[in-house]
């Protein structure tokens, strides 16, 4: 049995920064896309940007 088959999302767009004001979270902490709770953030010209792990959707806070 392979184990190449693709994350489940729930179809944001991947390479598109999302703003929390608009699309705040479903539940608060976990990716609206893919449900994972780890990120990676990075703040830069004054914009902290929070980055899913897994699938990569981004949203500016």
Do not use: W
């Amino acid at each position: 049995m392979e184990q190449n088959q693709e994350p489940k999302t729930n179809g944001y767009a991947t390479d598109i920064v999302y703003d929390f004001k608009e699309y705040p979270d479903k539940v608060s902490g976990i990716c609206d896309n893919c449900g994972n709770t780890s990120f990676k953030s990075s703040v830069s010209h004054g914009v902290f940007l929070r980055e899913c792990k897994k699938c990569g959707m981004k949203k500016s806070i």
